[in-house]
């Protein structure tokens, strides 16, 4: 019997242990390592944070459906890799320390044939002085990247309509805290929900609506963009986006990096070197990604942080790190099988991968500070990536190690986004999306980089009820109901 | 008189080179068949990217 430990319960690692433990049944044994005790459906923590939702509607406990899974469940956080084992024993193993389960602060070694590490984005708060605390409740901020967040997120935009009922004008900025963030898009659906909530509250005319963030043109969203056929054109996103923040009334900062945050203030620096701040009454800015920071050590204990994992912390994998200037970039840099060059028996899956660089171009302000959205691993990518690094891996375990690795690499595969702009069954509206491929090919597809058969926009009700159904359809996917398998990532 | 949309528009200001849905264009985006069309129209396009992804 071997053994597969899976660290993080996401997306990418509930969509691996979950698919492992089918496809290997009680023949071998699927580990799942996760701090958290519940599931959560990340993008509808955007309606968490204006009230639409409850943080309920959104997570479940992971306990009883790990068990009906027949998955080994440690409510804890990987805290170091051993590759190589220790002195005595060849057998590697991850240590973990527990957050739950009656356990909290003791430390186990998890030993592993196959490792799959799904840990997602460390929230880095801490990047942009005064954006957060440790736990993203910030003094002066709020934030949705979590369940929590946007619960206390919405606690605070209640209190800006009660402030504005009485006929107190506030000022609202969302968008990005730094200048390499990623998940644009989070914020885009944020700041239009506010709007939707304002519009449906009365009070919109006492709002002043300011969108800040990273982007060089709005509508980059990390990908450099899309082309979206309309009207007989290929049109950019960049028309859409403007479209919709002057249809909407919100003005817009872009190509920022805010580089502190005060109490009502927020400082940024902008790509043609000028500094410049906005005040607030309420903002909602979306912190800087890294790794999670998990340490790896050789046989002899010696750190190895270094060869496993990439400065940023998420773990090298199969692609070229070595592209070096933008001009060089190609869509075959980007991974396909994410196994780690060095440890064969370790892959990552959905963020935890490093990237070979990014996908908007990259950019820089005179006083030499990047200012450029970093690659987006968003949901459905995360998904596809998490399910086929867990067939690699079956495989490996059932077949043996010359088994054939599965491949899903970003630059030939599609995504289908619904960025929500507010909540209603006959009101609401969402962008429904597809990009293809989400890493663009100029080799390929020369000009565009995509497929413009298979890349196209539109709002409307249409995109929401989408949304809507997706919100449920992965739920219940993740709950492993009947027919679990059938949908898709 | 400023219309739907275009009074957000600020007189070269960064918004000012950009376009505005009009009445009709903003009407269907809420229209119940219109959109019940869409519906089906996007799920079929969703799903050939899914398919092509997989
Ligand atoms: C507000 C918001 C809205 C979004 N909306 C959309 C959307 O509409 N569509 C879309 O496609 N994407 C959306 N995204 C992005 C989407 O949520 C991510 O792409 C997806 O969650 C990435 O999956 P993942 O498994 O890599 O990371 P996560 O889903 O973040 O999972 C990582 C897991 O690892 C765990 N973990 C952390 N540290 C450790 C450790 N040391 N050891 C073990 N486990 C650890 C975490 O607790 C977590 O369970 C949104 C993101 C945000 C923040």
Redesign the pocket.
């Given at each position: 019997m071997a053994r597969l430990v899976v660290?993080?319960?996401?997306?990418?690692?509930?969509?691996a242990a979950t698919f492992a433990a089918k496809w290997l049944g009680s023949e071998h044994e699927v580990v799942v390592?996760?701090?958290?005790a519940k599931?959560?459906w990340?993008?509808s923590?955007?309606w968490v944070?204006v009230g639409e939702m409850s943080k309920e509607d959104v997570t479940f406990d992971l306990a009883p459906v790990y068990q009906k899974a027949g998955i080994n469940y440690k409510q804890?956080?990987?805290?170091s890799i051993n590759p190589e084992g220790k002195e005595g024993s060849d057998k590697p193993f991850v240590t973990?320390e527990f957050t739950g389960q009656g356990k909290v602060g003791e430390t186990e070694e998890v030993q592993y044939d196959y490792l799959i590490n799904?840990?997602?984005?460390?929230l880095n708060f801490a990047a942009t002085p005064g954006l957060g605390d440790a736990n993203g409740l910030g003094e002066f901020t709020v934030s949705?990247?979590?369940a929590d967040h946007?619960v206390h997120a919405n606690e605070e935009f209640q209190k800006t309509i009660e402030k504005m009922k009485k006929g107190e004008r506030q000022k609202f900025l969302i968008g990005t805290g730094h200048g390499m963030c990623t998940?644009q898009?989070?914020a885009f659906?944020?700041i239009f929900n506010i709007e939707h909530e304002l519009r449906k509250a009365g009070v919109r005319d006492m709002a002043d609506l300011q969108w800040i963030s990273n982007e060089s043109f709005l509508g980059d969203f990390g990908v450099g963009g899309l082309h979206m056929k309309a009207m007989g054109f290929a049109v950019s996103s960049r028309i859409f986006a403007e479209s919709l923040f002057a249809e909407r009334n919100v003005e817009w900062t872009i190509g920022a990096h805010v580089n502190k945050v005060e109490k009502g203030k927020a400082h940024y620096e902008l790509l043609d070197g000028s500094m410049g701040e906005h005040e607030f009454d309420f903002a909602m800015l979306?912190p800087p990604f890294a790794g999670?920071?998990?340490k790896a050590y050789d046989k002899a204990g010696e750190d190895i942080t270094a060869t496993v994992f990439a400065p940023n912390g998420f773990m090298k994998v199969d692609a070229n790190y070595a592209a070096g200037a933008y001009e060089n970039w190609k869509a075959s840099d980007w991974p396909r099988t994410y196994q780690n060059p060095t440890y064969k028996n370790m892959f990552a899956?959905?963020?935890?991968f490093a990237p070979p660089h990014g996908i908007s171009k990259p950019m820089s302000s005179p006083n030499g500070t990047p200012i450029n959205p970093t690659p987006?691993?968003?949901?459905?990518?995360?998904?596809i990536i998490?399910k086929a690094v867990a067939h690699s891996v079956c495989d490996l375990m059932t077949k043996g190690e010359s088994a054939h690795l599965h491949e899903a690499s970003m630059a030939e595969m599609g995504?289908a986004?619904?960025?929500?702009a507010g909540k209603g069954i006959f009101t609401g509206t969402a962008a429904a999306m597809t990009i293809y491929p989400v890493v663009p090919d100029f080799e390929k597809y020369p000009g565009t980089g995509r497929d413009t058969d298979y890349t196209f926009g539109e709002i409307g009700l249409a995109g929401h009820w989408i949304?809507h159904i997706l919100h449920h359809l992965f739920i219940y996917k993740a709950k492993l109901n009947p027919g679990w398998t059938l949908i898709p990532e | 008189m400023s219309k739907y949309g275009e009074k957000n528009i600020k007189a070269y200001g960064n918004n000012f080179t950009t376009m505005t849905p009009g009445p009709f264009a903003r009407w269907m985006r809420t229209c119940l068949i219109w959109q019940f069309l869409r519906f089906i129209a996007i799920n079929i396009k969703m799903i050939v990217v899914v398919g092509k992804s997989h």
């Amino acid at each position: 019997m071997a053994r597969l430990v899976v660290l993080g319960g996401g997306v990418a690692g509930h969509t691996a242990a979950t698919f492992a433990a089918k496809w290997l049944g009680s023949e071998h044994e699927v580990v799942v390592v996760t701090p958290n005790a519940k599931w959560n459906w990340i993008p509808s923590n955007i309606w968490v944070g204006v009230g639409e939702m409850s943080k309920e509607d959104v997570t479940f406990d992971l306990a009883p459906v790990y068990q009906k899974a027949g998955i080994n469940y440690k409510q804890a956080k990987a805290v170091s890799i051993n590759p190589e084992g220790k002195e005595g024993s060849d057998k590697p193993f991850v240590t973990v320390e527990f957050t739950g389960q009656g356990k909290v602060g003791e430390t186990e070694e998890v030993q592993y044939d196959y490792l799959i590490n799904a840990t997602g984005p460390k929230l880095n708060f801490a990047a942009t002085p005064g954006l957060g605390d440790a736990n993203g409740l910030g003094e002066f901020t709020v934030s949705v990247c979590t369940a929590d967040h946007a619960v206390h997120a919405n606690e605070e935009f209640q209190k800006t309509i009660e402030k504005m009922k009485k006929g107190e004008r506030q000022k609202f900025l969302i968008g990005t805290g730094h200048g390499m963030c990623t998940c644009q898009g989070a914020a885009f659906e944020y700041i239009f929900n506010i709007e939707h909530e304002l519009r449906k509250a009365g009070v919109r005319d006492m709002a002043d609506l300011q969108w800040i963030s990273n982007e060089s043109f709005l509508g980059d969203f990390g990908v450099g963009g899309l082309h979206m056929k309309a009207m007989g054109f290929a049109v950019s996103s960049r028309i859409f986006a403007e479209s919709l923040f002057a249809e909407r009334n919100v003005e817009w900062t872009i190509g920022a990096h805010v580089n502190k945050v005060e109490k009502g203030k927020a400082h940024y620096e902008l790509l043609d070197g000028s500094m410049g701040e906005h005040e607030f009454d309420f903002a909602m800015l979306i912190p800087p990604f890294a790794g999670v920071g998990i340490k790896a050590y050789d046989k002899a204990g010696e750190d190895i942080t270094a060869t496993v994992f990439a400065p940023n912390g998420f773990m090298k994998v199969d692609a070229n790190y070595a592209a070096g200037a933008y001009e060089n970039w190609k869509a075959s840099d980007w991974p396909r099988t994410y196994q780690n060059p060095t440890y064969k028996n370790m892959f990552a899956a959905g963020i935890a991968f490093a990237p070979p660089h990014g996908i908007s171009k990259p950019m820089s302000s005179p006083n030499g500070t990047p200012i450029n959205p970093t690659p987006p691993r968003t949901g459905m990518p995360s998904g596809i990536i998490g399910k086929a690094v867990a067939h690699s891996v079956c495989d490996l375990m059932t077949k043996g190690e010359s088994a054939h690795l599965h491949e899903a690499s970003m630059a030939e595969m599609g995504a289908a986004c619904v960025a929500s702009a507010g909540k209603g069954i006959f009101t609401g509206t969402a962008a429904a999306m597809t990009i293809y491929p989400v890493v663009p090919d100029f080799e390929k597809y020369p000009g565009t980089g995509r497929d413009t058969d298979y890349t196209f926009g539109e709002i409307g009700l249409a995109g929401h009820w989408i949304k809507h159904i997706l919100h449920h359809l992965f739920i219940y996917k993740a709950k492993l109901n009947p027919g679990w398998t059938l949908i898709p990532e | 008189m400023s219309k739907y949309g275009e009074k957000n528009i600020k007189a070269y200001g960064n918004n000012f080179t950009t376009m505005t849905p009009g009445p009709f264009a903003r009407w269907m985006r809420t229209c119940l068949i219109w959109q019940f069309l869409r519906f089906i129209a996007i799920n079929i396009k969703m799903i050939v990217v899914v398919g092509k992804s997989h």
